[in-house]
Every structure is written in structure tokens, then in C-alpha cells.
Nanobody, 125 residues
Framework: QVQLVESGGRLVQAGGSLRLSCAVS????????VGWFRQAPGKEREFVAG????????YYLDSVKGRFTISRDNAKNTVDLQMVSLKPEDTAVYYC??????????????????WGQGTQVTVSS
């Protein structure tokens, strides 16, 4: 089990950029799959991006491809989400989540065991 704490969310204008960071505690962080999810008011929580333990594979929600980049630093126990060209529809609470014991990155939130508390991203038009 790991603990996750997100940071970096704030109000930004459309077209702007943000970098979210997820700090992870736990000695075996390097073996975990980590994903970013988001949840807008009245909507289901959705997968945004995920990365495997070795950073050799990453996956994205279609609507964020080319704008968001997920990365991890296993030495620092962090996973970042760089977001550029932000749109009002990106407004949501963003969560990082993790699970162990797999090779492939899952897009299903039910596969993720450990979750952070979330950070609010608001994109104004």
C-alpha cells in the first residue's frame, strides 16, 4: 500500500499550462502502476493518463493526447502530469492513483487500490 498526495491544481485561463505532481510514499513505489484520473461535477471519474513502473509505456484519454504528458521519477517517488493548451472542459478534480502486481496499465478506476485526495483544476474561458 502507498499514500499519494497531489498538488499543483489552481485556476488557469484557457490555453494555459499546469503541472500537477503526485508525491507517493512507500518503499515499493517503483513496482506500482500510477494513473491520473479526473472527475467533473455530475460526471463519472475518468481515466486521464497512466504510466507503467519503468516509464516504457504510457496511455492517455483521447481528448488529452498531445496536450498532457505523464512522467514519473522512481528515485523521487513522484508522478507528474504536465498539461498544456488547457480547455474549460479540462476543469475537474484531478486524482492520482496506484496499484501493484500488474504489468499493463489499466484504464479502469476499479483496478486502482490507492488514491490521493485530489487537487482542483479550473480552466476559465
Amino acid at each position: 500500500q502507498v499514500q499519494l498526495v497531489e498538488s499543483g491544481g489552481r485556476l488557469v485561463q484557457a490555453g494555459g499550462s499546469l503541472r500537477l505532481s503526485c508525491a507517493v510514499s512507500g518503499r515499493t513505489f517503483g513496482t506500482y502502476i500510477v494513473g491520473w484520473f479526473r472527475q467533473a461535477p455530475g460526471k463519472e471519474r475518468e481515466f486521464v493518463a497512466g504510466i507503467n513502473w519503468s516509464s516504457t509505456a504510457s496511455y492517455y484519454l483521447d481528448s488529452v493526447k498531445g496536450r498532457f504528458t505523464i512522467s514519473r521519477d522512481n528515485a523521487k517517488n513522484t508522478v507528474d502530469l504536465q498539461m498544456v493548451s488547457l480547455k474549460p472542459e479540462d476543469t475537474a478534480v484531478y486524482y492520482c492513483a496506484a496499484y501493484a502486481g500488474a504489468v499493463a496499465v489499466s484504464k479502469d478506476k476499479n483496478d486502482y487500490r490507492d488514491w490521493g485526495q485530489g487537487t482542483q483544476v479550473t480552466v476559465s474561458s
